[in-house]
């Protein structure tokens, strides 16, 4: 007969990592300014002079980054839009006339993604650099 200890569900969740852990007061503030800032990548893009700075999108979605797909924290992200983030063209435009005007988006590999528009910590600095 083998004795099993149920552990309950609050002990658990006290040891969560810090991307699984609910967001704080600072954190949550962070990622809405972010949501409703500038796409970094667009921006990025952009300030290499490959686009004009009007195209550069606002009110965007927040991009957790990981490190062996763990979330690094909520702090450690930054506002990508549709096509930076999903792959999803806009309204009457192709993926190949979205690639060439506003960069390669995350779904082509993140070593193209990273090529074009910096590090995720460049990434991350930016958005920092944003909210403030």
């Known amino acids: 007969m083998t004795l099993t200890r149920k ?42 002079g490959h686009m ?16 062996g797909n763990l979330r ?4 450690a992200g930054f506002g990508s839009c549709a096509w930076h983030h999903f792959k999803h063209p806009g309204e009457g435009w192709t993926e190949r006339e979205m690639r060439a005007h ?13 090529a074009a528009y910096g590090s995720d910590d460049e990434l991350i600095e930016l958005q920092k650099g944003e909210c403030q």
Request: aromatic residues 8%; hydrophobic residues 30%.
């Open 7 to 48: 552990v309950p569900m609050r002990q658990f969740r006290k040891k969560r990592r810090a991307g699984n852990k609910p967001m704080n007061k600072a954190e949550r503030a962070h990622v809405t300014e972010a949501k409703f800032g500038r796409c970094m990548p667009c921006l990025s893009w952009a300030q290499q």
């Open 52 to 67: 004009p700075m009007e195209d550069v999108a606002e009110g965007v979605s927040y991009d957790h980054k990981k490190s």
């Open 72 to 75: 690094i924290g909520h702090m």
């Open 102 to 114: 506003f960069g390669p988006s995350l779904m082509d590999g993140g070593k193209t993604f990273n």
